[in-house]
């Protein structure tokens, strides 16, 4: 499964607990739609370092590196060791 698939996965079953009509897209907009919010955020940030083993350093707690699935995984990507 891809990093995307999983946080997709991840914000669909976990903080929306399956109750989204429409498919998310990549690049939907979750903090600006009200799809999380700063509890969503932490939630997230949670699983993100847990899920990949990752360390996220608070200056990267941006609203904008977890505005859409898209710039979420592009975050993931910078810290995963490969």
Known sequence: ???SDSI???IT???LHGT???PL???DSLI???IID???VMTLLAFLEDKF???IPGDELLPENFESISTITTLVDRHLVR
């Open 1 to 3: 499964m891809s990093t």
């Open 8 to 10: 997709r996965d991840f």
């Open 13 to 15: 079953g976990e903080i």
């Open 20 to 22: 989204l009509k429409d």
């Open 25 to 27: 897209h990549d690049q």
């Open 32 to 34: 600006e739609s009200g």
């Open 38 to 40: 700063s509890m969503g």
């Open 53 to 55: 083993s990752i360390q």
